[in-house]
């Protein structure tokens, strides 16, 4: 008889039921099929012998069918037991499967519950850093902006200040040109040109080597007061010796003689040296 790999408590108890039933149905045909015992008689006769030897074998095929009905009764139960354990088995299976891929599904809803959490505060992450971003841009840009518009108010101011400027010493020039127009047609530039010729030539030491007819263009640079600062000589007739002596007598000239009007001042001037004529 094959019994089954694992039964529970339950199988087991069954499975001894069954096997105590067996045997006691055994026992109970075994004693329905002895003979009523008689009574000794004194001669055996062989057919007597031949009786108790045919009944023997029928107890000895009744005892056999007896305990071939108990062993198939025993095995059925048996196999019973081994059903309701594979039965139980399949089903504590199944139940296991299940707890373990309800367990699968749950981790896996909290893994992807942990992933969005964690995409989420990414997210929000990123758009906290990205609002920072866009919020220190927009400072500097209005930083650059207030500091450009400060540098345009301070260009225009000085535009402002520089025209201002350009527009008094113009307006300077323009009474000192008319001071200059009113005094040369009243000739006071050419006295004052006169007076500078008459310097020079007082201070003149005339050299051996002049001769008549000696004319000069002198280049005076002067600062006010009339102090000379640099003296160059144009078109002239003489030789090296009279040009020589005409810048010294320019320079012992100075401090030439300055306009009685302010704005016939030049400090470039032109004169020319004749001290003939």
Sequence with gaps: ?????????????????????????????????QPEPTLPIEAVNLDAVVLEA??????????RRVEAAAK??????????EREAARREQEERAAAEKRATEKRAAER?????????????DKKAADKKAAEQRAAEQRAADKRAAEKLAAEKLAAERQ???????Q???AARLEADQRRAAAISAGERTRYQAAIQARIESNWV?????????????????IPGGEVVDVSLGACNGDEAVRQSIVSAVLRASPLPVPSDPGLFERNLEVTFAPEE
């Design 1 to 33: 008889m094959k019994l089954p790999v694992r039964l529970g408590p339950m199988g087991i108890s069954l499975l001894m039921h069954l096997v105590l039933v067996a045997a006691l149905g055994l026992n109970m045909r075994y004693a329905s099929s």
């Design 160 to 166: 402002a200040a520089e025209a201002r400027r350009a």
């Design 72 to 81: 198939a009764e025993a095995e059925r139960a048996a196999q019973a037991v």
């Design 54 to 63: 045919a009944t023997e074998r029928r107890r000895q095929e009744d005892r």
């Design 206 to 222: 005339r050299p051996a080597s002049a001769r008549p007819g000696l004319r000069c263009q002198i280049r005076v640079r002067q």
């Design 109 to 121: 809803r909290a893994a992807e519950q942990k992933a969005a959490e964690r995409k989420a505060a």
């Design 168 to 170: 008094a010493e113009l």
